[in-house]
């Protein structure tokens, strides 16, 4: 199988029940993935994964060229191009699967479901680990009691939560009265993230706080997630990793389509308080925008916490 897929961890990890689809479907078949650079370790431990191509961008979108040298004079079993790349129309396949032009106002698992006609049952996104990714999760967050995972950051300044909130959030839900007294807080982001998250990292006690910014690869990342109880973060890849990973999760939403992105599972929510469409400024541009989320109060955010954990089995111990 020649499976191509997203440039962004996001939308990588919502393509990743797809992938598992197909590998449910034809057990033991071997697998190329091509993917963006960002989202390629993701699929290290995919079973029966035979090549990973990390397809690095070029001027005038030469590394489609590039790539279909690689590919042509395959025959292959099949072939689903998540791109709408020109690789799809050129190579031979025996099974074709492509993603046009998809506007429809559904959720992305569900337009990614629809290239395969499973629109009535979407393949809940599925991340496999190994047994090193355990053992460093493992080490890092040991048995011992609850742990609230936070996911301070995103791709861009705007869909950011100030960092004095997601703290303030941290000291109610962990405090005496909260929902879940006593627990540790684990922060997940990456290294060149830190200055974003540093403040909320700095107001959780030490001897409770597990900072894992840029220490851990993706896939040690899911494999934390799955030791904790609960995740709060922005709308980015890290959120879509969380739910992925099985842990309840909830995003939280600004200037980004919830419609879309919403994280995926039973045990999924979000919260924002502002309409998508009303909370743009006129001169918005997302490279150059700082928060959009100050009208997100941590009342609103603790509340819809508490809604899940508690529709969650209160999360996992």
Known sequence: MLFITATRVGDAVLSMGLLNHFIEKHPGIQ???ACGPVAAPLFEAVPGLERLVVLEKKPLSMHWPQFWRSCFGHIWDVLVDLRGSPISFTVFARERYRRGDHRSLEHRVRQLAAVVNQIDNPPAPKIWTNKDHQNVAERYIPNGGPVLAIGPTAN????IWPG???????????????IMPGARVAIFGADNERPIAQSVIDSVPQEKCIDLLGKIDLLSISACLERCALYIGNDSGLMHIAAASGVPTLG???PSQDVYYTP?????DV????PYMDIFPADFDHR????????LSVEAVEDAAQRLWQRAGEGVA
Do not use: Y
């Open 271 to 274: 919260v924002r308080s502002v």
């Open 156 to 159: 861009w300044a705007a869909k």
């Open 31 to 33: 697998i190329t993935i």
């Open 252 to 254: 939280l939403f600004g």
């Open 164 to 178: 004095e909130k997601f703290s303030e959030l941290i000291r109610r839900m962990t405090g005496p009265e909260g």
């Open 264 to 268: 995926w599972g039973c045990d999924c």
């Open 288 to 295: 150059t925008s700082g928060t959009l989320m100050e009208s």
